[in-house]
T-cell receptor
Framework: GAVVSQHPSRVICKSGTSVKIECRSL??????MFWYRQFPKKSLMLMAT?????????EQGVEKDKFLINHASLTLSTLTVTSAHPEDSSFYIC????????????FGQGTRLTVV | LAKTTQPISMDSYEGQEVNITCSHN???????ITWYQQFPSQGPRFIIQ???TKVTNEVASLFIPADRKSSTLSLPRVSLSDTAVYYC???????????????FGTGTQLKVEL
């Protein structure tokens, strides 16, 4: 199957700093990628839809100025957590589909963010 | 997107068949049923997808009754490595030009023991 890679797999940062997470489709092009957040022992919650060449679409309750998404190319979307606080500590996961009309989503391995 | 209901957890032993049922009473005509598996600190992995009747692949079978208001994921002869959370998702998978937004329910934590 198609491969989606996230980097870094885990990161620790200080409160007030910003952290960038990359999501890459390694062997296919993705015009659309999705970002999810998952708290311990909870389900995945969709944060936003990342659209190549245009603004991201955020789910209700997700602060767009807090979670900056840039989808500058067909193989890369980035999520930047700005001015991170301990409550932003979570597991962040991206996904993409490998072709138009695909019914299968491919997920990255996730990024564990810890804000201290 | 149709809401799904699954058992929170299930326990089994190695070598047994495990059946996880998902209820989706409000499933729409265009909706597919998809199951994902997630290990701790990893992204979900696609297991199987179906629309009606029965679908089988190398890892699982998916049974969908005629009314499609529920579905059952069947894992034959589970092993310790099948311990994971299993998510049932229901949604319109037809391409709309914007990709497929997935809504995850609570999932079922399967624990396999020796």
């Amino acid at each position: 199957g198609a491969v989606v890679s996230q980097h870094p797999s885990r990161v620790i940062c200080k409160s007030g700093t910003s952290v960038k997470i990359e999501c890459r489709s390694l062997d296919f092009q993705a015009t659309t990628m999705f970002w999810y957040r998952q708290f311990p022992k909870k389900s995945l919650m969709l944060m936003a839809t990342s659209n190549e060449g245009s603004k991201a679409t955020y789910e209700q309750g997700v602060e767009k100025d807090k979670f900056l998404i840039n989808h500058a190319s067909l193989t890369l979307s980035t999520l930047t957590v700005t001015s991170a606080h301990p409550e932003d500590s979570s597991f962040y996961i991206c996904s993409a589909e490998d072709r138009v009309g695909s019914t299968e989503a491919f997920f990255g391995q996730g990024t564990r963010l810890t804000v201290v | 997107l149709a809401k799904t209901t699954q058992p929170i957890s299930m326990d089994s032993y190695e070598g047994q068949e495990v059946n996880i049922t998902c209820s989706h009473n409000n499933i729409a005509t265009n909706d597919y049923i998809t199951w994902y598996q997630q290990f701790p600190s990893q992204g979900p992995r696609f297991i199987i997808q179906g629309y009606k009747t029965k679908v089988t692949n190398e890892v699982a079978s998916l049974f969908i009754p005629a009314d499609r208001k529920s579905s059952t994921l069947s894992l034959p002869r589970v092993s310790l490595s099948d311990t994971a959370v299993y998510y049932c998702l229901v949604g319109d998978m037809s391409f709309t030009g914007g990709g497929n937004k997935l809504t995850f329910g609570t999932g079922t934590q399967l624990k396999v023991e020796l």
